[in-house]
């Protein structure tokens, strides 16, 4: 599947396109088909996103998995501070990353 | 230290209008992002993998702690209370919103401090010797220069949109610990014959994917004609560095390219015609601005004596201290490397015990280190044991300073996205295996340095034993290198052979480590022993 | 062709600039345009007679013109010297500080921003073209 990232513009927040808005959460993520490039640019115009990109993804019983490891860091947080991810609460969530 | 007259604060409050207004501009959609990223690099705000990234710049290093203590309060209130300390005596803040980012800026100016050009392809914050003004073996101290060269810098409309980024280094002993010469230029202060003090010019070092020691480009430029030599060195870079490829845009492809002799002579026509416009600032300027960093009042009757009773203080003592040039007093290193900590991250309370510290024991006077610690440069002895307990109590009493666990590493993959493999968990790992302070004082002075990219932030060069994390059909691989030196013996590290896995690189370090006790001889360090061994006989150890 | 913005209060010349490699075969011109990359000295011998340079920046991260503007002025060049091509608001004071006083942006930039951008800053840090008396000189007179 591919999925849209990017970061708020406002506050750097990793966000992803959920279809109608962003979410700041991957499991939220829709695929978007052969729609990125048009949705992206669209977003991008009315600065609701910085520096979107589309992603290639893997659908899973928890909702997609970015293909690449830089995508999952961003998706998660810095592995190195579980406590500063999203997964504050979750020790294994690192390995998700990996 | 330095201290900003009128000029100086109006420039820095006016960048700070001048920033507001952008970003006001970029949130109206008047900048695009492609016209507004320069500019918020040239005020160290980045887009990094998990917000924007704040650069706020300690010039040459130097810090009083009221400009610490703001460094905490920004940590506090705009980031999520820790800042990183770089290996160019910056501090960078890694969840920085944009809209709080002209506040974040104002709050520096109200200390004297700024994000001015701590990215973007400008003249990049000037950095210099952390021991600087302590130690005695410089012959002047070099920071006087690199304030007039942090000021003829600042906002320098013809190099401000160079091919590429641009660091220079200053220092003034034969001991190097700026890793000078591998800046774009290294500057190293000299006595002529006539005993007069001037500029030794290095000119095409650096690091990332082409590394490169910087050549002699000049043995001696007089005090008065800093700016005008400096100004032709940039501007030969400014006309002719390549704009083609950006990773072969540095100055040292340039000199490369040239070839010293070439590039030399180019300079010293452009110089000669430099010298004619009145572009120095006279003797006065550097005699005004030497005035602020003139010693602080030492009590002359300061005792050397020490009571090493405690034998944890006596270890600290003996690995975290260095000579200060005035009896009774020391040059103590605060080692941000705990043990399986991040390599220069420090916590705002920290930040503010370091400043505390500072403010009651070493005349108000911190340092920032190329080697991500922070310094104490004028402690009486009598005090360190006080110091050393206040540490302790907050984890900053790793008696680790220049041993295998005082590693530099990049932010990497948890941070960066031009990472392609993370560096701190390495760091960590390897800080817990070599954990035991005894073996790491028996393998003596070894620098450690990780870069999770070939764009080497992590100096992984030049590290005696250096680690650069590659991506390999996206799983993290580490390549391992030897024999690199960033201080005055100067060298670049090779690659060993294959990569490794992260556990296979750990025990590859330890298979080094061990090879080089066996084989060391007297008086040694690693770094010797490579030398004298050669790579040959460490690959086979490692490889087979 | 947007109109030229210009910080002078000569007539407009009205000549079209020659590309460099013109203006050096024919020697009667009194305009050129130079382009990122070429050498701004060749001009040094004719400069008695130019009455305008136009200097290209051809993206406004390549700042090459910079220097070409440096070299003219201070090699005594007193006519026009008109930036075009992807000139933005954020770096006319940069340009207005290396001898540039005419700016020809590809995309028009309000006149009143950019003399508030001119002139936002009170003093200068660096010796330059423009003649701005340095923070160095005020402070030792």
Known sequence: MKILTGNDLKTGDVIWWTGLDWSRFVKDATDVGDQGEAILQREEAARRVNSPYIIEAEQTDDGPRPGHIKDRVRALGPTVRPDLTLKPADPDAGLWVI | MYQ???????MVDTRVEEFRDQVKRRLA????????????????????????????????????????????????????????????????????????????LADLASVEMHAIQTSGNCIRNISSDQFAGATADEIADPRPWAEILRQWSSFHPEFSYLPRKFKFAVIASDTDRAAMRLHDIGIQLVHNEAGELGAKFFVGGGMGRTPMVAPEIRDFVPADELISYAEACLRVYNRYGRRDNKYKARIKILVHELGPEEYSRQVEEEFAHMKTLGL???????????????????DKQASDDLDLSDPDFAVWVDQNNSAHKQPGYAIATISLKPRGGIPGDASSAQIDLMADLAEQYSFDELRVTHSQNIVLPHVKKSDLYAIWQKLDEAGLAPANLDLITDSIACPGLDYCSLANARSIPLAQKISKRFADLGRQRELGELKLKISGCINACGHHHAGHIGILGVDRKGTENYQLLLGGSGAEDASLAKITGPGFTEDGVIDAIETVTDLYLEQREEGERFIDTYRRVGMARFKEAIYG | MVE???????????????????????????AVRIEAGE???????????????????????????????????????????????????DQVSHMRRCGFDAFAPDSPINPALMKEAISRYDHVYQATSDQRTPIWRLRHG
């Open chain 3, 4 to 30: 030229a913005i210009r910080l002078r209060d000569d007539e407009v010349h009205e000549e079209p600039a020659v590309s460099l490699d013109s203006f050096l075969d024919q020697s009667n011109a009194t």
């Open chain 2, 4 to 10: 900003y007259d009128e000029y100086d604060q109006k």
């Open chain 2, 29 to 104: 959609g008047d900048l695009t992002e492609d016209q507004f990223k320069p500019l918020r690099l040239m005020n160290g705000l980045y887009l990094q993998l998990h917000a924007y990234m704040l650069r706020v710049a300690v010039p040459y290093g130097t810090l009083n702690s009221k400009q610490m203590r703001m460094l905490g309060h920004i940590a506090r209130k705009y980031d999520r209370d820790y800042g990183h300390f770089t290996t160019r005596q910056n501090i960078q803040y890694n969840w920085i919103k944009l809209e709080d980012a002209p506040d974040i």
């Open chain 3, 39 to 89: 050498d701004a000295r060749l001009l040094l011998p004719y400069l008695d007679r130019l009455s305008l340079v136009e200097i290209d920046f051809p993206a406004f991260g390549d700042g090459r013109g910079y220097s070409a503007a440096q070299i003219l002025r201070e090699s005594g060049y007193a006519g026009e010297l008109r930036a075009s091509g992807d000139v933005l608001l």
């Open chain 2, 280 to 298: 120095n600032p006279p003797v006065e300027e550097l005699a005004r601005i030497s005035e602020f960093f003139q010693d602080p009042p030492f």
